[in-house]
């Protein structure tokens, strides 16, 4: 009876501890290095954010779910390294739906009221003087010529993967592109549906629609002013050259965002051997 009710015990601590404070994840691909490379476990802190609460059962069958968050102790800040729930679907980026099993590391390079540019491959926040990580990779980007990138990456970026029409805009010339923010208020124009139609349907679970005339309709009503309900992320990957991530899909809501990536716990190579130097590195 002892060890049956010391293992529940365990069993709950356990889950108690995935569920509010930390969770661990393994990294598959190279698209955030040098800070974190493929083979490595890292340990991913819940208390920044707050730990989120939903019916788990509901999300493994692919049903919309009410996401509840429990309060944080500072926020995602600028070039924190986060994993977050991937909010679309590959190929097809126009909506954005609640992945409970598919998990994406990147750097968050833009927050909620930023506005952000790409100039010559290097990104841009308006009014920040500071330097945006990674510097080196963003440079590397910007020695690619755009045949070069063209080829790497022949999928259109944001707004026109989602869209289907866009603004010109490449992988080393992008945006500005202003990041809404809870209760920030919008003019509804044919500019503001390519950015944002993703994220106003799926705050309000109805069908944005723009004519010729760039009248912006929900439903069947006509709307000329909107007002966001939650905050977004521009979440980038460190290896500028080798990363899918906000500048072909778009923005994170909040809810979608499970923690901040607090250290490497354990890191393996393709042989399997493991990366004595990279145990327990804290990742920045």
Not at 31 to 38: A, F, G, K, R, T
Not at 131 to 141: F, N, P, T
């Amino acid at each position: 009876m002892n060890l049956v009710f010391y293992g529940c015990l365990a069993v709950v601590g356990y889950l108690l501890l995935q569920v509010f404070l930390l969770v661990s994840f393994k990294v598959p691909t190279n698209s955030m290095v040098p800070e974190m490379m493929p083979g490595d476990f890292i340990l991913v802190e819940k208390l920044s954010m707050g730990p989120r609460l939903f019916d788990v059962f509901k999300a493994t069958r692919l049903e919309e779910v009410e996401i509840h968050r429990l309060p944080g102790l500072r926020g995602i800040r600028r070039n924190d390294v986060v994993v977050f729930n991937f909010p679309y679907e590959y190929g097809r980026w126009d909506s954005i739906r609640f992945h409970v099993m598919k998990y994406y590391t990147k750097r968050c390079i833009g927050l909620p009221g930023d506005t952000i540019s790409i100039r010559n491959g290097l990104y841009q926040i308006a009014g920040e003087k500071g330097e945006i990580e990674k510097r080196s990779q963003q440079m590397e980007l910007a020695l690619f010529s755009d045949s070069i990138l063209s080829e790497r990456f022949p999928d259109p970026v944001y707004p026109e993967a989602s869209a289907g029409v866009g603004m010109g805009w490449t992988l080393k010339e992008f945006g500005p592109l202003p990041i809404p923010k809870r209760g920030q208020k919008v003019r509804m124009d044919s500019t503001a549906w390519k950015l944002y139609h993703q994220l106003v349907e799926w705050e309000q679970k109805r069908k944005l629609t723009v004519d010729d005339q760039g009248v912006v309709r929900m439903g069947g009503d006509a709307i000329q002013e909107y007002t966001f309900t939650h905050d977004y992320y521009f979440m980038a990957g460190d290896n500028a050259v080798s990363s899918i991530d906000s500048r072909f899909w778009g923005l994170v809501p909040d809810d979608y965002i499970v923690g901040r990536v607090w250290r490497i716990w354990k890191s393996v190579d393709s042989k399997g051997k493991v990366r004595w130097d990279r145990v327990f590195k804290k990742v920045n």
